[in-house]
């Protein structure tokens, strides 16, 4: 079960298909907020994908990821990448339990996927 609370963040989508899918999986599992910072996806598009989420993404809130930061107690990025040097953002792998166990420690927290193309910046 994903603790109340918890949404899910899409840093500058792209692809349709992503978003669409995204919600259908965010209605699966009874997320209620998504967080769209500075879409390029035509959200019409993504509905087609969503199947019988686009309810989700009628409610997406487009905003920034500095509001984002403000309206979350804990943000989750993710990334494939491991870090190349040590000037990179220390990444660590997490686990279902220590994820629920994280997201269940705060009021708000938020689950934040970079770019579909580049990823999360180090700054982000």
């Given at each position: 079960m994903i603790p109340d609370g918890v949404s899910v963040t899409l840093v500058e989508p792209k692809y349709p298909v992503n978003v669409g899918h995204l919600a259908r999986l965010l209605k699966n599992f009874g997320v209620k907020k998504l967080y769209l910072v500075k879409p390029t996806v035509d959200i019409s598009v993504a509905a087609v994908y969503a199947s019988h989420a686009s309810d989700v993404l009628d409610r997406a809130i487009v905003t920034t990821f500095d509001r984002v930061r403000k309206e979350n107690e804990l943000l989750v990025a993710t990334t494939s990448v491991r870090a190349s040097k040590k000037s990179n953002v220390i990444r660590r792998t997490t686990g279902p339990d220590r994820l629920h166990a994280l997201l269940s420690s705060s009021r708000t927290s938020s689950i934040v996927f970079?770019?579909?193309?580049?990823g999360l910046t180090n700054e982000e």
């Amino acid at each position: 079960m994903i603790p109340d609370g918890v949404s899910v963040t899409l840093v500058e989508p792209k692809y349709p298909v992503n978003v669409g899918h995204l919600a259908r999986l965010l209605k699966n599992f009874g997320v209620k907020k998504l967080y769209l910072v500075k879409p390029t996806v035509d959200i019409s598009v993504a509905a087609v994908y969503a199947s019988h989420a686009s309810d989700v993404l009628d409610r997406a809130i487009v905003t920034t990821f500095d509001r984002v930061r403000k309206e979350n107690e804990l943000l989750v990025a993710t990334t494939s990448v491991r870090a190349s040097k040590k000037s990179n953002v220390i990444r660590r792998t997490t686990g279902p339990d220590r994820l629920h166990a994280l997201l269940s420690s705060s009021r708000t927290s938020s689950i934040v996927f970079g770019r579909d193309t580049t990823g999360l910046t180090n700054e982000e």
